[in-house]
């Protein structure tokens, strides 16, 4: 039951009003933070947990409740061992959270074995995602040319699920960005490395740039009521 509100939610956030999504997540609050907190029964409860808080991406990574979510991750993270699609996009959502939280050595880590994970599934959008998230792990380190090729990669994508995480024109938002500050057009711009070490994702062109460039956690109630 949790899990398809989730999902529900998850929808509605990507929808023309994303004030559903939040009074959906915001009425069950309670119940979906017990559902995630309790110890799993089994790996398959575990991982049906994990679904759920990727699900919640928007509420973690947009609705300034990191803190929450990178917790919820780490913890199904540990129960949940076997080689999944869904855990190869709980590692990416936990890597992208740990990079807007500073977090940059933990975010590394952590997107390198999403990157890996994913690679294994074949799962391009969340490798997309990867590129994404090594973009604003770039222009978090000033490396305006690194985040200029992972921002593009991640920008140029077409996702296969467009429900689950922001999409394309989160990525061109912090790819202007990036470019403005690259210096003179035409400047050359380093390779990323191969696919399998991608980057993530991000929410509104505006609140985007806000939680991924200078990472000021946007007020949890009032998230996705405001003009986007």
Known sequence: MRRALAAEAQIAWQGPDRRIAVQLVETERHNLRAALARPPLDAADALTALDTAVSLWFRWGVCGRRREGRAHLGRLLRHCGDDTAVRARALWLAGWLAAQD??????????????????????????????????????????????????????????????????????QVLLAIALAASGPAGAPVPAPRPWGMAAAVPLTPARTTQNETRSGPLPGPRCGLGPT
């Open 102 to 171: 500073h977090a940059l050595r933990t975010a590394e880590s952590l997107l390198d074995r999403a990157a890996r994970a994913a690679a294994r599934h074949a799962d391009a959008d969340t490798l997309a995602r990867v590129a994404h998230a090594r973009g604003v792990l770039a222009l978090r380190r000033a490396d305006t040319g690194t985040a200029v090729a992972w921002l593009r990669r991640a920008a140029e994508h077409t996702y296969q699920d467009p429900w689950y995480g922001p999409g394309p024109a989160y990525s």
